[in-house]
C-alpha cells in the first residue's frame, strides 16, 4: 500500500481556543470535538474527510512541534530505512501508538452490545507504532503503522478505503491531460 495520510496533529499552547479556531475554519462546533482516547495529553479529533483523515488538536509537547501530518504505512521499519537512504532523518525512533484503558473498556462495551462477530474479543490497547522522521527539507512527517482493525476501519485504510467514484477518475484524467498541455520550460 502507499502511505495513505490519516490525519493531521495541531499542536497548541491551548487546545480550547485552537478547537475554536479550527473549529471556525473548517465549520466544526469546538464541542463536536471528541477528545481523543489517550491520557498523556489533552487532545481533540474530529473528522474532516469522508475517506477517513483526522484533525487533532492536542496539548504542544515542546515549545518547537509544527503541525505534522501521519501518514499509514505497512512496514513502519522498511519505510523508515528507504526514506533514511533519500535524505529523511529519523527524530523519534518507532514507538508503541496506544488508546486509554477507558477507550479500551469502551470499545468492549460497544461490542457486547452490538453483538457482531467481534463480541467476544477483548480490545489491544495498542493501535500500532508510529515515529517521525524530518524530510530533507526540514519539515516532520508522522508515520504510523496501524495493527488494530478498529484504527485500520476508521482511517479507512487497505480494504476499508472506498474505491474513488467515477468522477474522481474523470476529474484526475482531465487534470493529467491539463498537466500535458501546460508543460512547465
Not at 81 to 109: F, H, M, R, T, Y
Amino acid at each position: 500500500m502507499a502511505a495513505k495520510l490519516i490525519f493531521c496533529n495541531v499542536p497548541s499552547d491551548n487546545p480550547q481556543n485552537a478547537l475554536q479556531f479550527y473549529g471556525t475554519l473548517l465549520g466544526i462546533a469546538p464541542n463536536d470535538f471528541a477528545q481523543a482516547p489517550t491520557e498523556k495529553i489533552e487532545s481533540y479529533q474530529h473528522l474532516i474527510s469522508p475517506d477517513g483523515i483526522d484533525l487533532k488538536v492536542a496539548s504542544r509537547n515542546n515549545p518547537n512541534e509544527r503541525i505534522t501530518c501521519y501518514f499509514a504505512v505497512d512496514d513502519l521499519d522498511g519505510m523508515l530505512k528507504q526514506l533514511q537512504s533519500i535524505g529523511g532523518n529519523v527524530i523519534v525512533q518507532p514507538a508503541p501508538a496506544e488508546i486509554a484503558q477507558a477507550a479500551v473498556q469502551e470499545i468492549d462495551v460497544i461490542r457486547k452490545s452490538t453483538g457482531g462477530s467481534s463480541a467476544g474479543q477483548q480490545a489491544n490497547p495498542e493501535v500500532g507504532r508510529w515515529a517521525l522522521v524530518r524530510d530533507p527539507d526540514g519539515n516532520l512527517v508522522g508515520l504510523t503503522q496501524l495493527t488494530s482493525s478498529e484504527a485500520r476501519m476508521h482511517y479507512k485504510v487497505d480494504t476499508h478505503r472506498p474505491p474513488f467514484s467515477k468522477e474522481d477518475r474523470d476529474a484526475e484524467k482531465l487534470v493529467k491531460q491539463l498537466r500535458q498541455k501546460v508543460k512547465k520550460p
